[in-house]
């Protein structure tokens, strides 16, 4: 696409580690004459991030400060929402376990999401006692569809919780709308979702409280980091304070003159713990920030690219179009093949130095969060025949046309 400045491939540095350390990287010249592997997920770093940490560096501040502050205004405004709205965590998962805190989420509550979703996520809704309920997914998007959620709700649900499967927004205002009509809360993790939206409305801010993520594996990274949204301000401000030990106070020597306290004193409201992000990381976050447009142009065309080489070749199926209206991070590219092949296939790719992988595995087929013999058809047949192929903004031409082309090869027959 004419205008899209290329991403420079591994900016810093282009070791991209083979498995089998030297005997791996000479099987893998021998079989494909190539040195490199390509892998699923990459991030792009380079000298701004390198330029941004630097200046956090020379000012002697490294923990929770001015950048944080920065970050949160910044990806604030990218969702469309107020600064009051926004606060930073550490993780995507604590931002999750955040938001059963503040909505409340406990024994006796049961909390619907879609089998095809983040470990993280159903840990959350346990943890806090409550019941994590799986619902279908579409088998051809692996979002769940409002009929899917529609069926797993009870008296006792309390929360939705869904994600947006590799940045596709799926039916996340038509699942809203049911919620709202319910008096059911919805929980968004938009992990997979930093640039998706509907109608121009940010994935993330259709329910009460929107997570994203910024680890390592993600499209912008902070190296670690999350992001939570809530709708009602004043869950972010008990948010802030569950994200700092509970705290009532918060430090400065301004505030303790104005409460006639020594700013060192305090009180505490919970017995909460530490999730707060700091001034390195924000740093690193806000400079992928202002990049994630120029990195979302990127694996659009990937996608395109990946479209064009795989949609008629037979016993493939690539993702399903996108409604109109609805606009996709491209996080995530996946086929669909014959499950007797599946695995095969991704043996094969491996041997060739092309990373794949599964995302999400069912989550109702583990056995610890206790949902039984649940049959969830579209999840299982998802589940049995979906590869996600590398998507990454530093993908060349070259390796997107190795790798259709070396799935086409790989197929049997
Ligand atoms: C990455 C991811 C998370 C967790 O994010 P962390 O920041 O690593 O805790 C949660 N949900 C989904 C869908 C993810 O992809």
Redesign the pocket.
Known sequence: MAGTRRIRRVEIARFPQVHGGFNGRRRLVAATGRTQVINVFQPSLGERELAAVRAVFESCWIGKGSRVAAFEAAFAAHIGAAPEQVMSTN??????FLAMQLLGIGPGDEVVLPTV??V??ANAIAAHGARPVFCDVDPRTLNPGVEHVAAALTPATKAVLV?HYGGYPGQVAQIAELCRSRGIKLIE?A??AQASTVDGQACGTFGDIG?W???H??IAVAV???MLFARNAELVEHGRKLAYFGLEQTSGYDQSMRAHTRWWDFEVSSFSRRSVLNDVLAAIGHVQLDRLAEFVARRREIVDAYDKALEAVPGVLVPPALPPGHDSSC?LYWVQLDPNLRDGVARRLHERGIYTTF??PQLHKVRAYGAGDLSLPGAGHAGAATLCLPLHQALTDDEVDFVSTSLIEVLPG
């Not at 993780?91 to 999750?96: D, F, H, R």
């Open positions: 993780s995507c998962t604590e931002a999750t979703s983040f993280g996520t994600l993790d992990a997979n997570v993520s910024f680890d594996g993600k670690d980091g999350g996080y995302r999400y």
